[in-house]
């Protein structure tokens, strides 16, 4: 089935990385997508970048912010102008492999999965190799809690079975709720341990600093969760080791 992907991209001072981000969507095996690019008021010259692309290719769907509102209402905006059944997430600093969705998509359509994701390569900010993060069969809620794998750039979610949905309006592990509140419904996260996408480890980036990572997270499991203070100091220590398992 040739069903449209909304791809949602948010963008802010990206300039180094973009052009390979929208070239690895455009170079997709898989041609029928719409990529919506939400510049969050950048001031380098992204902007100038996009509206290249978009003069080359009618699929880019550019949205332009006058003013920052951050990377998790920039994808909501984009989740709100989305069209596609499926809805993947890519941000602006990382990159497909050009067999990403069609390989994902058959993986889904074969077992009528509607949340997926992959393995996936991290890379230096230069794009060297760092590692293979593999990634198990499935995950559930409560395994998620406690080894939160799920790479935002690998997943692909159809929206058709699990309704709309918008990210929680947080600084970041925006996606770590989002994937915690479809599970609750009782959908299962089915992973393909398929190297599908690279993702950078910029220095700087909540991702690469491990404290604000770890305080990100203990406040999703206290404020968004709302877990009592015991099985938040459990799933907490079995995310901080899972979390520098995949770092060796």
């Known amino acids: 089935m040739n069903k449209l992907v909304s791809i949602i991209t948010p963008s802010y001072n990206s300039i180094m990385y973009l052009e390979q981000c929208i070239c ?44 920052n509102i951050g990377a998790a209402m920039a994808r909501n905006i984009a989740l709100q102008k989305a069209q596609g059944k499926y809805i993947a997430f890519l941000d602006a600093d990382d990159y497909w492999h050009p067999n990403k969705l ?9 077992h009528n999965y509607a949340f997926t994701f992959t393995a996936y390569n991290r890379i230096t ?17 409560y395994k998620y809690l406690k080894n939160t794998i799920i790479g935002c750039l690998t997943v692909i ?64 499991y206290r404020n968004i969760e709302k877990l009592n203070l015991l099985l938040c100091i459990w799933c907490f220590i079995n995310y901080s080791y899972n979390s520098i398992k995949r770092r060796i």
């Open 24 to 67: 690895s969507v455009i170079e997709q095996t898989y041609k029928n997508f719409e990529l919506i690019i939400v510049d969050d008021f950048s001031n380098d010259k992204s902007s100038t970048l996009i509206k290249k692309y978009v003069k080359r290719d009618s699929r880019i769907k550019p949205i332009y912010l006058n003013n």
């Open 102 to 110: 069609s390989r994902q998509l058959d993986f889904m359509q074969q």
């Open 125 to 141: 900010e230069n794009g060297i190799k760092i590692s293979k993060v593999h990634v198990p069969s499935k995950i559930t809620y």
């Open 157 to 220: 979610i159809d929206r058709e079975q699990t309704g709309y949905f918008e990210m929680e309006n947080i600084r970041s592990s925006h996606d770590m709720a989002l994937w915690l509140k479809i599970m609750k419904k009782g959908f299962v996260a089915h992973g393909l341990d398929e190297v599908l996408s690279s993702y950078r480890v910029l220095s700087g980036s909540n991702t690469s600093n491990k404290l604000k990572s770890a305080i990100d997270v203990w406040y999703v």
